[in-house]
T-cell receptor
Framework: GAGVSQTPSNKVTEKGKYVELRCDPISGHTALYWYRQSLGQGPEFLIYFQGTGAADDSGLPNDRFFAVRPEGSVSTLKIQRTERGDSAVYLC????????????FGPGTRLTVL | DAKTTQPPSMDCAEGRAANLPCNHSTISGNEYVYWYRQIHSQGPQYIIHGLKNNETNEMASLIITEDRKSSTLILPHATLRDTAVYYCIVRPSLSAGNMLTFGGGTRLMVKP
C-alpha cells in the first residue's frame, strides 16, 4: 500500500517568509509525528498528534512553528517568519495506535531559507 | 538527550555479518530498544525492536544483554544496500509520549 508522502520534496524560501509543509500519513494511522533533521544530525522530535489533537508539542522550538491536523489525517506544519536556522529536512511519520507500534517515515521536505 | 551511545562509524565487507553495538546503561524496565536506519536522502526505516529477549526478523537480529544495558544489531549478510546510518533508540515510557529520540547513530559503510 501507499506509504507516508510529503509535499513539496524541496522548498526554497527567503528569510521572513511563511511556509507550509504537508504530510499525508498511511491510511488508518491515528498517530502522526513531525521531526526535523539538520545536516549530520539525527532527527529531532517536534510534535505528535493522536487523531486531530496535538498530544505533545514540546519539541516545537518557538511560536513561529505551528502544526494542524483538522480531520485526523493530513497534517500541515506551518512556519512563520522563517529564519536561516530553520533550514533542515522536515520528516513526517505515522503509526497505528498500538503501544509499541513502529513509525513509518516519509521521505521528508528539504527546506532551505536564504 | 539521547539515552544511547553508539560508535560514530563502522565498516563491513559485503557478505559478512555486520554487528552494530549500542550502550543504554540507564534503560528502564519498561523501555524497549528500537533500531532504525536511514539510507541517504530517505526517511528513517524501522528495523526491529525488543524488550528483554533476543529478536529476529527478515532484516536483522537483535541481541540484548541479560542486564539490558547494551544490545547488538546483527545484519547477517551485509549488502551494499545496507550502507546507512543506524540508530539505536530507547523508547520513552508511554506517559512521556510516543516520540523517538534519535542520537547520532552509527554510519555503516558496506564495502565490496
Amino acid at each position: 500500500g501507499a506509504g507516508v508522502s510529503q509535499t513539496p520534496s524541496n522548498k526554497v524560501t527567503e528569510k521572513g517568509k511563511y511556509v507550509e509543509l504537508r504530510c499525508d500519513p498511511i491510511s488508518g494511522h491515528t498517530a502522526l509525528y513531525w521531526y526535523r533533521q539538520s545536516l549530520g544530525q539525527g532527527p529531532e522530535f517536534l510534535i505528535y498528534f493522536q487523531g486531530t489533537g496535538a498530544a505533545d508539542d514540546s519539541g516545537l522550538p518557538n511560536d513561529r512553528f505551528f502544526a494542524v491536523r483538522p480531520e485526523g489525517s493530513v497534517s500541515t506544519l506551518k512556519i512563520q517568519r522563517t529564519e536561516r536556522g530553520d533550514s533542515a529536512v522536515y520528516l513526517c511519520a505515522s503509526s497505528s495506535s498500538g503501544r509499541a507500534a513502529e513509525q513509518f517515515f516519509g521521505p521528508g521536505t528539504r527546506l532551505t531559507v536564504l | 538527550d539521547a539515552k544511547t551511545t553508539q560508535p560514530p562509524s563502522m565498516d563491513c565487507a559485503e557478505g559478512r555479518a555486520a554487528n552494530l553495538p549500542c550502550n543504554h546503561s540507564t534503560i528502564s524496565g519498561n523501555e524497549y530498544v528500537y533500531w532504525y536506519r536511514q539510507i541517504h536522502s530517505q526517511g528513517p526505516q524501522y528495523i526491529i525492536h525488543g524488550l528483554k529477549n533476543n529478536e529476529t526478523n527478515e532484516m536483522a537480529s537483535l541481541i540484548i544483554t541479560e542486564d539490558r544495558k547494551s544490545s547488538t544489531l546483527i545484519l547477517p549478510h551485509a549488502t551494499l544496500r545496507d550502507t546507512a546510518v543506524y540508530y539505536c533508540i530507547v523508547r520513552p515510557s508511554l506517559s512521556a509520549g510516543n516520540m523517538l529520540t534519535f542520537g547520532g547513530g552509527t554510519r555503516l559503510m558496506v564495502k565490496p
